[in-house]
């Protein structure tokens, strides 16, 4: 657990208490209005376009000195992004960190929600690249608008029928369209469909930023989170048949990992918070071979 | 059937800036009727259909158009949902050129299933079989369903565009010189395809064309327009046969015998 004071110069959080007021302002829209993407006046972090200013924005606007905060990068704790993300906040928030998802109040992620279920008063924040889930069909943001304002979403099925007619299933595999509370369609963020299904009813709060597209939008707890699909195809995960090689698990989202230079590879959690604590739980009772 | 019409326009005008496109227009159309408005370039043709089909805010004037359920709506005072609604269920366009209309990018299949999603069809093998249907309805081939529409011919990529917009079964449809640009035989082939359908569904539909031929071969009535006004309308033949004002008379002389 790293405790650090924030350096003199820079405001709690870095963002100054102007931005974070503005931010929370669009973050109560969002949540009065689930799945609506609100605009936000984005700031310029010290980090590029894409390596999650919306997200860091969002936890910066909400994090307080009494929370504990974790980031992930793709499931993972340790990579780079995660790494260079939780630093900045340990040093600039002086706030407490950790890699357990049961210990965090705030969770910042990109690609994945963690396998262990969130609970109460957690807050997931999604970096999201892309919050238009229309924007594939339609380029023009005025008529994207006017789409979810009059709830006219059959071209979202276009796509998954395109799907569908090429490949004989729906392939869409991360980023798969959710309708949330039963009114607007919102791109879950890369995520892969795997992980819709935690978003459905989910205990904690779940807030998504997209800073380069300016916007924020929210999936407030106990909301109902359904993935698009057709009557005769209906919604299904995808996992590949093989155990985690660490920690032998059989229900969770896997990474595979080129290991050598001769084409091995094997297959490993991609939640590592969650993989090492089956591992410790594996070596003090061995009881499963 | 024809107790009141389908569609009413009364005193349409639109300016752009201070150049008059349209002013006062008048126009009629009754359930299973053709109209067909002809004029040159420049005379306020196709100004006139993007205002009667939803598409762009006349300066002034009623567009009145009996829904399903008989009630007479102003597209213009309704709300935009309701006049999006109507366009994607009970009026349909079909563009000039088809690229307008067609999503390039999407297979033929999804482009004629998008209307059938658009308003709730949630059965992929139901959405299927209908957009087959209706590729077999206007003549091409069902094994190319799942090809996109840039490896079509124009008169393909046309007649996917009216597959496209008949597969809802809209009441009323518009067309914007949709034989514009194709060689004289898929021409034929396209019209005959337009006359059958209109024939057999009952369907009401606005032709705007330049092109005579094309007029009195579909149409049962024609409004001949000439700087924004419609200087005479009529059935087909009568205005072809027998024009009264100088400028379709000049119109009908000037079509080149074959």
Known sequence: MTTATAPAGYNFAYLDEGTKRMIRR???????????????????????????????????????????????????????????????????????????????????????????PLREGQVLVYQVPMPEPLRFIEPRESETRKMHALVEYGAMHVRLYEDIAAHGRITTAYGYPVLVNGRYVMSPSPIPKFDNPKMDMMPALQLFGAGREKRIYAVPPYTPVRSLDFDDHPFAIERGDQPCALCGSTDTYLDEVVVDDRGGRVFVCSDSDHCGERQEAGRAAPARA | MTEAPLLRVRGLSHAYGSRIACSAVDVEVWPGEVLAIVGESGSGKSTLLNCISGRMRPGAGEVLYRAKDGREVDLWQASDAQRRLLARTELGMVHQNPRDGLRLGVSAGGNV?????????????????????WLARVEIDVGRIDDLPRTFSGGMQQRL??????????????????????????????????????????????????????????????????????????????????????????????????
């Open chain 2, 161 to 258: 565009q009216i597959a496209r917009v008949l597969v809802s079964r809209p009441r009323l449809v518009f067309l914007d010189e949709p034989t514009g640009g194709l060689d004289v035989s898929v021409q034929a082939r396209l019209l005959d395809l337009l006359r059958s359908l209109s024939r057999d569904l009952g369907l009401a539909s606005i032709i705007v064309t330049h092109d005579l031929a094309v007029a009195r071969l579909l149409a049962h009535r024609i409004c001949v327009m000439r700087g924004g006004e419609v200087v005479e309308d009529g059935l087909t033949d009568r205005v072809l046969d027998d024009p009264r004002h100088p400028y379709t008379q000049l119109l009908v002389s000037s079509v080149l015998p074959p």
């Open chain 1, 26 to 116: 669009a973050i109560l829209k969002a949540i009065a209005i689930p799945g609506y993407q609100v605009p936000f006046g984005s700031r310029e972090m010290p980090l590029a376009y894409g390596w999650g200013t919306g997200g860091m924005q969002v936890t910066a606007a909400v994090i307080g000195a009494s929370d504990r905060l974790k980031v992930i990068d793709q499931g993972a704790d340790d990579t780079t992004n995660a790494v260079s993300i939780r630093r900045f906040f340990a040093r600039t928030a002086g706030v407490a960190t950790t890699e357990r998802t049961a210990e965090a109040t705030i969770i910042q992620t990109r690609h994945r929600i963690p396998e262990r």
């Open chain 2, 113 to 133: 299933g998008e209307r059938l999603m658009a308003v709730g069809a949630r059965n992929y093998g139901a959405i299927r079989a209908t957009a087959a249907e």
